[in-house]
């Protein structure tokens, strides 16, 4: 049994990370800024549970945790995610995306942790030159949160080379599936579908993304936590396809009988309709395929419909 400390651990991705590390007997000291109901609910079954409230921005707590739990490794799940959602706050994102980490990477230095595995994303590539792309694809990142991450990226590389620290980035892509909890796609297309009504979008219906369904990005990230030595320092994890938008609206026309789900190709994607898209296109997975042994096991239709049954106990509980 290792014990495992989740950073951003009552958010979406984190409290995944969470349950599938307990499920398969690890321990784990699961940290957030705000602890969530869910997750204290989760220490109330699983003694091997933990949960500290930290800030990583403050460093007194950082190092605090690190120097007192000791973990054997650390997954670092938290962020404030998304193009849009740091597009606003650009000042915040660079706080708590860079400095939280190098805040607890340093952290790691002082208490003598190695291993940290970082959620990152194909938003460090910036444009896609190719629509299939491998991680030696150059990162010029077009938002403040692929910035953000890049960045995040570097300063791992920084204490691997100066203290020893092994930082592996996992690239993943658009992740969804059940209670995501930003508005975008599929969860308005499927929310809209289970309510009956009909949803056109205007824009962006040709715009090619890997779509990736959150049970396989965990399942590539505790791959990465788990290979003994790694030759790579990141790993695209994703499906290696890219279904375009309208793509996914015609997977969630045909999953729910009766809905009308369409896009149109007016103009380009925009995150929440504001900030333009950078190219997308697929993740190719071939490194992770061979080093880690990932592999996918939800393709687009799949994952739409474990999303879609998902969020139907969630809407009927909801209007009980």
Request: overall charge neutral.
């Amino acid at each position: 049994m290792k014990k495992i400390l989740v950073t951003g651990a009552s958010g979406w991705l984190g409290a995944e990370i969470v349950r599938t590390l307990l499920a398969r007997g690890d321990a784990v000291i699961a940290t957030d800024v705000a602890i969530s109901p869910a997750t204290t609910a989760l220490a109330a079954r699983y003694p091997q549970l933990t949960t500290i409230t930290a800030d990583l921005c403050e460093w007194p707590q950082v190092l605090g945790m690190l120097s007192t739990h000791r973990p054997d490794a650390v997954i670092h799940a938290a962020a404030i995610v998304g193009v849009i959602q740091c597009a606003d706050i650009p000042l915040k994102a660079n706080r708590v995306n860079v400095e939280g980490s190098i805040n607890l990477f340093e952290a790691m230095r002082i208490a003598g942790i190695k291993r940290v595995v970082h959620v990152s994303t194909e938003e460090t590539y910036g444009d896609f030159l190719t629509p299939v792309i491998d991680e030696e694809h150059p990162q010029k990142p077009l938002s403040v949160y692929g910035a953000t991450k890049l960045a995040v990226e570097h300063y791992g590389r920084i204490y691997s080379r100066d203290h020893g620290l092994e930082c592996i980035n996992v690239r993943t892509c658009w992740v969804y599936g059940p209670h995501l909890p930003r508005l975008r796609v599929p969860r308005t297309f499927v929310e809209a579908a289970l309510r009956g009504e009909p949803l056109h979008v205007d824009d962006g219906a040709q715009l090619a993304v890997d779509q990736v369904y959150i049970a396989d990005t965990v399942a590539g990230l505790l791959l990465a936590l788990d290979k003994d030595q790694h030759r790579y320092d990141s790993y695209n994890v994703a499906t290696g396809v890219a279904p375009t938008i309208a793509d996914v609206a015609e997977a969630v026309n045909r999953a729910i009988p009766g809905a009308r789900i369409s896009v149109g190709s007016r103009g380009p994607y925009r995150h929440g309709g504001v900030v333009l898209s950078a190219t997308k296109g697929a993740l190719d997975i071939s490194r992770a395929r061979a080093e880690l042994g990932y592999e996918p096991k939800y393709d687009l239709q799949r994952g739409i419909e474990a999303t879609i049954e998902a969020t139907r106990v969630a809407l009927a509980r909801a209007a009980a």
